[in-house]
């Protein structure tokens, strides 16, 4: 089986490739707006939408058959009042987002669409993440490092973010973007793959 990421992360690029996959990236200009309150099925509807996009490329090329999987995601965070947050639009923005975060848990949910000529299957993760209390001006200087501004909930738990996480609960794998476990179980029980 052939795998398409339908997907422009480094790091979700990343984590297949740690893990030894063969893959290719097509992607799609994609409209992710939704009316969705619900943070599993905001992410759903987006990974779907993503993976059906390619799917609809390829199709329209002639190129897509029985030998193809297609692989597409979506990652929001939801803080602790319900707060579907995805990437920041600016600075204010982010601020804000790693505000609400401080001194309580706040979710990771990753949607993940796998798409093939005869079946898809949509399903997502989530993860708890707890955050120590953060000090306003760390918040200030975390801002100036730039690395809050193209992910979900403006931070990455790999990054300089991580000096403010005191644990999680769940997939690591999947506050970085691509929940592992669930990508595996799911390849395997409805397909009849193995990533490894």
């Known amino acids: 089986m052939n795998l398409i990421l339908a997907s422009k992360s480094p790091r979700r690029k990343e984590i297949l490739e740690n893990l030894g996959v063969n893959f290719e990236i097509i992607t799609c200009e994609t409209d992710e707006h939704t ?47 319900g707060e579907i947050m995805g990437k920041p639009l600016d600075r204010a923005d982010a ?14 949910i990753s949607g993940i669409a796998l798409i093939t000529k005869e079946k898809t299957v949509v399903t997502s993760e989530s993860t708890t993440v707890f955050f120590d209390t953060v000090d306003e001006n760390d918040v200030e200087k975390y801002l100036d490092t730039d690395e809050a501004y193209d992910k979900a909930g403006a931070y990455a738990i790999q990054g300089y973010a991580s000096l403010w996480i005191d644990g999680i609960r769940g997939d690591y794998f999947n506050v970085v973007g691509l929940p592992v476990k669930k990508l595996s179980d799911t390849l395997k029980k409805e397909f009849g793959i193995k990533l490894a």
């Open 35 to 81: 009316n969705e309150t619900d943070g599993r099925k905001y992410v759903e509807e987006i990974a779907f939408r993503k993976g059906d996009a390619v799917r609809t490329l390829l199709e329209s090329e002639g190129k897509f058959d029985e030998n193809q999987i297609i692989l597409s995601c979506d990652t929001v965070v939801v803080s602790a009042d």
């Open 95 to 108: 601020k804000r987002m790693i505000l609400a975060f401080s001194g309580k848990p706040h979710f990771v």
